[in-house]
């Protein structure tokens, strides 16, 4: 008779737990459905916009993902909140173990950081000629946490974005043209007129020079073994090499035909000999 008693008790008070628990069990349902539909409602506005706008694919892949976790974690919250688990200790619990892993993956936060400012403000995109960090490359790809440059020799650099968004870059597409600066030394015998007047020459004659603004030459320093001339020309960023390395070989071709000596470094020995009688 006492065991029938003891089992009719432990019945009501599940009953009466089912009950009292049920109202919050079926909010919560609803509140896990709704929001679950919200969630996909706002991603597909925010897909929307990023189709309107001007993004770069990878931000756009990396905000929707961030929205929708986001959204989910603030879903996953009101949810356990509505089950009787409170908020204050949802959130210390929440706040602690973000603190573990933030301390654990230090570095690859701040990469992720630099990528999203990447990323964000756009110094740079794939296809543009940098240098950073003492590598010299075009933008092969960027990602959330690593920039990836093809070097000149055809290696694949991979740079940190951490180190990239907190460091000098210089990106030479970013405007449409480039300025060349070559120095050339000349004899102090030479005559400097001439050795102008063939390094303009030798612009005009080539289509890949700009003619506006017009390439330029002066004395750049009157050194202790040469008359060092500058030559300054602009080209369109696909031809600047292909200008750079022409007038390069140009240079050195007219002037020996014009006579005009390029001084190099050298040393005259003499040889004295003594005879002993």
């Known amino acids: 008779m006492e065991k029938l008693t003891d089992w009719q008790t432990h019945m009501d008070e599940a009953t009466n737990w089912i009950w009292n ?32 706008a001007d993004y770069d694919p990878t931000l756009e892949t990396f905000l929707q993902s961030f929205i929708r976790i986001a959204l989910k974690v603030i879903l996953f919250v009101l949810v356990v909140t509505q089950l009787g688990v409170k908020s204050s200790s ?35 995109k794939v296809g543009d000629f940098i240098s950073a960090q003492g590598v010299d490359g075009t933008v092969k790809e960027i990602s959330i946490f690593t920039t990836k440059l093809n070097t000149f020799g055809n290696q694949v650099a991979i740079i940190p974005n951490g180190q990239l968004s907190n460091n000098n870059i210089i990106n030479y597409n970013a405007e449409s043209t480039r300025r060349d600066k070559i120095d050339i030394g000349i004899g102090y015998g030479s005559n400097i007129k001439e050795a102008k ?24 320093e009157l050194a202790d073994s040469s008359v060092n001339l500058t030559l300054r020309f602009w080209a369109n960023n696909d031809v600047f090499w292909a200008a750079h390395f022409y007038v390069m070989e140009e240079i050195k071709l007219r002037f020996d035909e014009a006579g005009i000596e390029i001084p190099f470094p050298q040393r005259d020995i003499h040889m004295k000999t003594e005879t002993f009688s």
């Open 21 to 52: 628990t049920l109202p919050s069990l079926v909010m919560a349902i609803i509140i896990l459905v709704l929001g679950l539909w919200i969630i996909k409602f706002i991603n597909r506005l925010v897909r929307k916009f990023f189709d309107k």
């Open 197 to 220: 007047d063939i390094l303009l020459q030798i612009c005009s004659e080539n289509e890949n020079i700009l003619k506006d603004p017009l390439p330029e030459v002066y004395v750049g």
């Open 90 to 124: 949802l959130v210390a619990i929440v706040g602690a173990a973000g603190l573990a892993v933030g301390l654990a993956l230090q570095g690859s936060l701040s990469n992720f950081a630099g990528g999203v400012l990447i990323l964000l403000f756009k110094p740079f």
